[in-house]
């Protein structure tokens, strides 16, 4: 299964590492990266594999709350199928 | 990977524009529940409902954790009670809206909408019975809804059951009067009801449909006035544009949950109900589209053919995006659950005369309108009759859910609670129906040529 893990919040350094820490502690491949910084704003949009997952969606969830949280920023995982139904006809 | 800014914007309307799917909800037929004794009748509609929706909730839940979009409400549907409960002797269904009551506590949806009879043409033994049940039924459960359907396009509109319909409101009212008399919020009378409906309170599970489906109800106002704030002074073209293509991505949200949820449950998909569903939420609200289209209140000149715009332009973009489209389709306009509702009507500009011709465009009818509490039962029922005939005379659902509050007069506020909000109380008009509505009868179905 494919998704997409999306990252916002102010700008700071250690964010990428501490995101993909926890994805590669959870047995998560991460195939693509998309990043931006607006106006102080940083935004990541992460394309990851979760075949290999460790734990559960629900359990990657409460373990990426964590630098979530210690971080400020907003963390999001959401199977791949919601923006391909969304925006291809 | 998709294109990052698609990403980005599906995210935006969940997390930001308030997009959700609206409801998930089982429909099941009861037709085999039916027996000659009440108490069987009653134990086989429990066990069927509790046996085919004992996962509803769960996958429901599992859906919104893998796609991460919010899943309000998940909710059952059963053939109208009228005709399964007259197969017993029992004088009063009270106790059939409780085994629902208890069914929908068991498996843990919020309502449960059948307590129903359709009665357009005339009442059988068991309409009659059920009818007269639901002032109870609704004062002693806390999940089950009620609907009537009182006239269709092919058989006109029965009187009897008009006249009858106002003095059950009124009484459905009374024995709710320490709750803002919220029995009444849970009570739809219908014209051209649908028979795959999702959304309550007005959903029942119709006889012609199948043993057991999955219908999906979506939403989204927020999600359109924020496409339309990008298209600020353009022409129509360009608006009716943005709605399609915005109800078009909605909708194929609604699609693939809908799939997802009927592959998990094992229950053939049903319909998706393309609809605008406003909460009381700030950035909630069909009534803010409607101002974002230029008008500077919900309510004023303009309102209709706005309204009417946008419903078009939601189904339009919407049919593309699912296989099958039903249930009422369209935008919403319950005013106690649309926080620009509320505030139109708090500064005059909305009345009920205005949103009656608004109902003439858009997919319901009179919807959660607190009137005051000392409202005669007979203006009531005129007013269901005017909404049936806007239905019957334009082959098009109506409807009307009405809480006469007890104890509230002009200037003062129900509050219902949760996604039913806070309907400030309306003026009717004082002048009497009295004399109209007794004559009971059947206003004749209308002729389909000589269209003008």
Known sequence: ?89 | MNNFNNILETINMIERDKLDIRTITMGISLLDCCDTNGEIARQKIYKKITTLAKDLVKVGEDIEEKYGIPIINKRISVTPIAMIAQACDDEDYVAFAQTLDAAAKAVGVNFIGGFSALVQKGYTKGDKILIESIPRALAVTDRVCSSVNVGSTKAGINMDAVRDLGRIIKETAALTKDHESIGCAKLVVFANAVDDNPFMAGAFHGVTEAECVIHVGISGPGVVKVALEKVKGQPFDVVAETIKKTAFKITRVGQLVANEASEKLGVPFGIIDLSLAPTPAVGDSVARILEEIGLEVCGCHGTTAALAMLNDAVKKGGVMASSHVGGLSGAFVPVSEDEGMIAAVKMGALTIDKLEAMTCVCSVGLDMIAVPGDTPASTISAIIADEAAIGVINNKTTGVRIIPVVGKSLGDEAEFGGLLGTGPIMKVNPFSSEAFIARGGRIPAPIHSFKN
């Open chain 1, 1 to 89: 299964m494919n998704a997409y893990v999306s990252v916002m919040g102010m700008d700071k350094k250690g964010i990428i590492k501490a995101v993909a820490t926890v994805l590669s502690d959870n047995g998560v491949n991460i195939l693509d990266i998309n990043q931006t910084i607006v106006r102080g704003c940083f935004t990541m949009v992460m394309f990851v594999d979760l075949s290999d997952l460790t734990t559960d969606l629900a359990g990657l969830k409460a373990n990426l709350a964590i630098p979530a949280d210690a971080m400020n920023l907003r963390i999001k995982v959401q199977h791949d199928a919601i923006f391909s139904a969304m925006h291809t006809v």
